[in-house]
T-cell receptor, first 113, second 114 residues
Framework: NAGVTQTPKFQVLKTGQSMTLQCAQDMNHNSMYWYRQDPGMGLRLIYYSASEGTTDKGEVPNGYNVSRLNKREFSLRLESAAPSQTSVYFC????????????FGDGTRLSIL | AQSVTQPDIHITVSEGASLELRCNYSYGATPYLFWYVQSPGQGLQLLLKYFSGDTLVQGIKGFEAEFKRSQSSFNLRKPSVHWSDAAEYFCAVGASGGYQKVTFGTGTKLQVIP
């Protein structure tokens, strides 16, 4: 019953540092997503991967890169962290062309000093 | 482009009272609609979803929502609120087909008082 697993759960970075957020799903879903959640703004899509081998920008992609490593894993990289990227990051997955909802991980709480 | 509006940022209700959280959406065709709940420090949990058929949808934890096409609304209701319902609630709209882009509202925080 793992579903969507995100690592790490918490991280503190200094401005300019880089890091990669990991996401893995065990539901054999085709589509995977990265969102950020900020107070009063709901969830905003950063990048998504409709299927293995493809990635596309969402609403707020600047400052981020992604890699769809295989069908299970979708990572989010911050090359040079900025305080504006302090947020809670959620990964989600979904079966493409289905009427099923997205499944979410528990989030990564990232603070950039 | 699809969008979701949750007009109430914060709602306070007494335990045992009824609850209605408002959600209005904008989408050109028949939308996929969702309500999620998020407890503090947790991820999002799906409460219910609407794709087609009966416009009154039953979900988990005693919640229900009604799809009203004429009003572009998908309001969430519960007849009697429990203290454990205190959380943040998100309405979302999805486009059919393709990778199914989902757009979230800004959320409504529910406070339950004794």
């Amino acid at each position: 019953n793992a579903g969507v697993t995100q690592t790490p759960k918490f991280q503190v970075l200094k401005t300019g540092q880089s890091m990669t957020l990991q996401c893995a799903q065990d539901m054999n879903h085709n589509s995977m997503y990265w969102y950020r959640q900020d107070p009063g703004m709901g969830l905003r899509l950063i990048y998504y991967s409709a299927s293995e081998g493809t990635t596309d920008k969402g609403e707020v992609p600047n400052g981020y890169n992604v890699s769809r490593l295989n069908k299970r894993e979708f990572s989010l990289r911050l090359e040079s962290a900025a305080p504006s990227q302090t947020s809670v990051y959620f990964c989600a997955s979904m079966e493409r062309y289905s009427n099923q909802p997205q499944h979410f991980g528990d989030g990564t709480r990232l603070s950039i000093l | 482009a699809q969008s979701v509006t949750q007009p109430d940022i914060h709602i306070t209700v007494s335990e045992g009272a009824s609850l209605e959280l408002r959600c209005n959406y904008s989408y050109g065709a028949t939308p996929y609609l969702f309500w999620y709940v998020q407890s503090p420090g947790q991820g999002l949990q799906l409460l219910l979803k609407y794709f087609s058929g009966d416009t009154l949808v039953q979900g988990i934890k005693g919640f229900e929502a009604e799809f009203k096409r004429s009003q572009s609304s998908f309001n969430l209701r519960k007849p009697s609120v429990h203290w454990s319902d205190a959380a943040e609630y998100f309405c979302a709209v999805g486009a059919s087909g393709g990778y199914q882009k989902v757009t979230f509202g800004t959320g409504t925080k529910l406070q339950v008082i004794p």
